[in-house]
């Protein structure tokens, strides 16, 4: 397997990586001269970053990531839910509570009736986008999937406030076709991680006679999936397989591959840190474990690498670290997240259920507030998925400056219907100061403009935007 051409060279990210080590500090500052650009890095350049020990060379990419996230993406974080459907698996990965031959796991997969009450009880927190995960199983394939994908669209909140705007997938990979039937159900993004890049660890990871053993197969998930007119795909890597480093020059490899074939790269990319699982020993015993320092840098860097590329930053993470890391890159957060089969309705974590251990565990309106109070605008915008501004035109809009023009002010709309009808009375108090500051940066003819959608919303309209 590992002989097998792809756009992943072995030999050439390690010799990449060996070489960033010597970069003199002339070179690192016409690296940083590139990244200031906003344009990305080539492998080479990823590679001299990858590799920096200098502190005070540091301090200067870390002001320069900040930049660049304010530039592009503003004071926005946008806010999504996970919701694991079905946690039935044949597939034996070391590191993963729902692996098959785990006979400590719980297993199960939702109804129709459980999954509705799981999306009304997100949908009662305010919740308007998900992620909902699957396991690999045959019994519980594209059409379990369909079905479920239909009900989450079609379940409203009896006041018809609540509903599920854009429902993101995080399954198996599939075949072309496959993907077209996804299309036509209208999923927002849908999500492959590789695990790790490094095609002799993920051999040791995932046996070869499981389906998730063949490397190449899941390599080209994503571009199976663009092909299928899926427009906006994830990439990622379970941070703690291999070597960091390694992982993050990888994922800038699979980026490009990807533009260069489809003209667009990854709409998002993450980079979970491998976290305790149940009656999982690998998360404790594995020689790559991810510090906060370096975990810090690897943010940074993937900012620097793919600068108009969501990144997003999961609930495994402590708040602290979560704090850290929004101003270096994060563009988008879950919150009063439940990993648990059915833990939505029964409102209680079991790690018997969950796949991994999550460490901010807080609820979507405290950590509103808290976004709210650190000058942050808490997003719960789907409006770009709905109004066709995917893939390359979503890329090609963003670079324009569209962020300014469309995302802040929906995030400004979309964060006042929060208030409205969700927020505790403290969080409400402290959304609308930050509204109201806000507000008073815009320009007149903007001020005008989304001063009048503001009072549709109080008014009762919902579902508003530009």
């Not at 200098?54 to 870390?62: K, L």
């Not at 991810?290 to 690498?305: A, C, G, N, Q």
């Not at 990144?311 to 101003?327: C, V, Y």
């Not at 959304?431 to 320009?443: D, T, V």
Request: charged share 30%; with cysteine.
């Amino acid at each position: 397997m590992s002989s097998e051409k792809t756009f992943i060279d072995v030999e050439n990210i390690e010799k990449l990586l060996a070489e960033g080590k010597s970069a003199s500090k002339l070179v690192i500052y016409d690296v940083l001269k590139e990244a200031r650009m906003a344009k990305g890095l080539t492998p080479e350049q990823a590679a001299i970053l990858l590799q920096l020990e200098d502190e005070d060379i540091w301090q200067e990419v870390f002001q320069i990531s900040k930049e660049i996230k304010q530039e592009i993406y503003g004071k926005r974080i946008v806010f999504f839910a996970p919701l694991y459907v079905s946690n039935y698996c044949v597939n034996r990965c070391e590191y993963c509570g729902f692996r098959g031959d785990n006979e400590a796991s719980v297993r199960h997969a939702l109804t129709l009736d459980e999954l509705r009450k799981e999306i009304l009880a997100l949908e009662s927190s305010g919740h308007k986008r998900v992620l909902m995960v699957y396991g690999q199983h045959p019994k519980y394939g594209l059409d379990y999937m369909v079905n479920t994908i239909r009900t989450a669209y079609e379940t409203k909140t009896l006041d018809g406030k609540g509903e599920i705007r854009r429902v993101n997938v995080n399954a198996a990979p599939m075949e072309v076709d496959d993907y077209k039937v996804l299309k036509k159900e209208g999923i927002g993004t849908y999500q492959v991680f590789q695990e790790t890049y490094h095609p002799g660890m993920y051999a040791k990871y995932h046996p070869a006679n499981t389906l998730k053993g063949n490397y190449k197969y899941r390599l080209y998930a994503l571009h199976r999936a663009q092909e299928g007119g899926l427009d906006d795909v994830a990439i990622g890597a379970l941070i703690g397989l291999y070597d960091w480093k390694f992982e993050a020059l990888a994922m800038l490899f699979h980026a490009l591959d990807m533009e260069k074939e489809f003209n667009v790269g990854p709409h998002t990319i993450s980079f979970p840190r491998l976290e305790p699982a149940h009656n999982t020993p690998l998360p404790e015993t594995t020689p790559f474990k991810v510090s906060d320092r370096d975990f810090k840098r690897l943010v940074t860097i993937l900012r620097l690498m793919v600068p108009y590329t969501g990144m997003i930053l999961t609930a495994r993470e402590k708040p602290e670290m979560r704090h850290e890391l929004f101003e270096l890159g994060i563009s988008q957060i879950d919150a009063g997240s439940c990993i648990a089969i059915g833990g939505y309705q029964e409102n209680a974590e079991n790690m018997e259920k969950q796949q991994f251990k999550i460490f901010d565990d807080r609820s979507l309106d405290v950590v509103t507030r808290e976004l709210a109070d650190m000058g942050y605008i808490p997003s719960f915008c789907t409006s770009c998925y709905r109004s066709h501004r995917t893939g390359e035109h979503f890329m090609e809009f963003a670079k324009e400056g569209g962020v300014n023009t469309f995302c802040q002010p929906n995030a400004l709309l979309t964060f006042q219907e929060y208030l409205t009808d969700y927020a505790s009375p403290e969080t409400r108090l402290s959304g609308e100061k930050l509204i109201s500051r806000e507000m008073e940066l815009l320009s007149i003819h903007e001020k005008e403009r989304v001063s009048k959608r503001m009072e549709e919303i109080k008014s009762g309209k919902r579902d508003v935007f530009f």
